[in-house]
């Protein structure tokens, strides 16, 4: 069955599952051919394989721009997630799968195949180049090759795999099918913005998160936050700095030695606090896809997204605050610590003056997001797979 378009008109069965395969940029006839019979090759396959949901694979074409600037460090493949995103966001779809003839880069500046987001409900295929004499190809091989992508896209937006090496053809191994099936029956299941149940703002915050606790959390060791320090660069070299500045200055140790714990302590949780509510508006890491309607993927992204950033600037403090009071132990002895500090308790000194210096450079670090290549951090928290290009390695 071939695919439809959104014009189509089908009675409404209670297991419908709607995919969007949205293509970007400037397609040959040919391009478009081998689209349409790789779809037709999924469709078919989906069908065979679950018979009980109702496929509407639909296809439309996806204004996305992006600079040259923006292309590097997972700044394309962002941004057409993001348009990806809106456009399920409008069309109230399942899940939606960008197709572009352009090269992608990870967020290491390596050339992928396939991206993916759970969090924004969509994924990304990049033919990369030669697409267009690929597509000329009468090898059926090729189509075969799209649609394993496209499954292998739909698998991972299910918390699924597929290993392409054992499956070369869009089709779904035996052992898999189960696990395929309860994922879309959760899929297919009435969402609270579908219910005839009312709710306020807040009340449909709560119930949402509530619902989908675990694939929040889920969400969230996906983006390994206590890794953040290390993933964002720029972030943590501009923070390190200060903290060396901050250690090597003698005024630096008689301030923090003569601030009481509480007050240090609540100055270091609202500062972090702060570089949390800045890193959250400077990205725009949670007005960029959800601007029409309340929805269970929208208050998930939302709170996976707070609950990532606060715990990778938590992880960052932490690691600062650690290696600030290592270094101060092993560059500074007991009696130049006193000595700065003004105070008779050294080891008071080494903890006092590491606080006021993961405190200020975490400030410093926030800041330096600013420099990260636009799309990076966004890429960080919302990206669970990325396949590279095979061809490339």
């Keep these: 069955m071939p695919p439809s378009s959104p014009n189509d008109s089908t009675d409404p069965r209670s297991l419908r599952i709607e995919v969007a395969v949205l293509t970007v940029g400037a397609w040959t006839g040919a391009q478009q051919a081998l689209l349409s019979r790789a779809l037709t090759h999924l469709q078919e396959e989906l069908t065979s394989a679950f018979p009980e949901f109702e496929w509407r694979l639909t296809t439309a074409s996806l204004a996305a721009t992006t600079s040259a600037e923006a292309a590097t460090r997972g700044g394309l ?41 759970q969090l924004l409900g969509c994924g990304l295929v990049a033919l990369g180049e030669g697409a267009g004499e690929a597509a000329n190809s009468a090898s059926g091989a090729v189509e075969a090759e799209l649609a394993q992508r496209l499954l292998e896209t739909l698998a991972s937006l299910n918390n699924l795999s597929i290993d392409a090496r054992s499956t070369p053809t869009a089709a779904l191994p035996p052992e898999t099918i189960e696990d395929w099936r309860a994922a879309l029956v959760d899929v297919a299941d009435e969402r609270l913005e579908e219910s005839a149940v009312k709710r306020s703002g807040t009340a449909f915050y709560a119930a949402s998160a509530f619902v989908n606790l675990r694939e929040m959390f889920t969400a969230v060791l996906r983006t390994r936050p206590w890794l953040f320090p290390f993933r964002l660069s720029k972030v943590t070299a501009g923070a390190v700095s200060t903290a060396l500045i901050v250690l090597l200055t003698a005024e630096s140790w008689e301030l923090a030695y003569a601030q009481p714990s509480l007050r ?87 903890l006092k ?41």
């Design 264 to 350: 240090g302590t609540v100055a270091a949780v609202l500062v972090v606090l702060s570089t949390i509510v800045y890193l959250l508006r400077q990205q725009d890491l949670l007005a960029r896809v959800h601007r029409f309607r309340l929805s269970e993927r929208r208050v998930t992204a939302e709170l996976a997204t707070v609950l990532a950033v606060t715990l990778g600037m938590l992880s960052t403090f932490v690691m600062l605050y650690a290696s600030s009071a290592v270094v101060a132990w092993l560059l500074f002895p007991p009696e130049v610590a006193a000595n700065w500090s003004g105070g008779p308790d050294s080891v008071r000194s080494y």
């Design 77 to 117: 493949a962002m941004d057409l997630l993001e348009a990806g995103a809106r456009h399920l966001e409008q069309q109230h779809v399942d899940f939606a799968v960008v197709v572009t003839t352009q090269s992608v880069l990870d967020d290491r500046n390596r050339p992928a195949v396939i991206v993916s987001s």
């Design 353 to 393: 003056v590491a606080l006021l210096a993961a405190t200020i450079s975490v400030t410093v670090g926030a800041l330096g997001a600013s420099l990260e290549a636009p799309g990076y951090l966004r890429f960080v928290i919302n990206v669970d797979r990325v396949v590279p290009d095979p061809r490339k390695r």
